[in-house]
């Protein structure tokens, strides 16, 4: 299974085929990351804590 590059946790082959670049297997950042975003292609530090 893939894995977060960010916090470790692993993901879904799904989620890793829609949110990774086709040279990268495991995506910079997943939902579970508290500290950073995806924001469009790039990552970006996180301004406000995550709620779920």
């Not at 977060?4 to 939902?31: H, I, K, L, W």
């Not at 790039?42 to 301004?47: C, D, F, K, P, T």
Request: proline content about 8%; overall charge neutral; glycine content about 4%.
């Amino acid at each position: 299974m893939p894995e977060c590059q960010n916090c470790g946790s692993f993901v879904t082959v799904a989620y890793a085929r829609v949110f990774t670049p086709d040279e990268m297997d495991s995506p910079r950042v997943c939902p579970n990351c508290e500290d950073k975003i995806r924001d469009g292609a790039s990552v970006r530090e996180a301004r406000s804590t995550r709620r779920i």
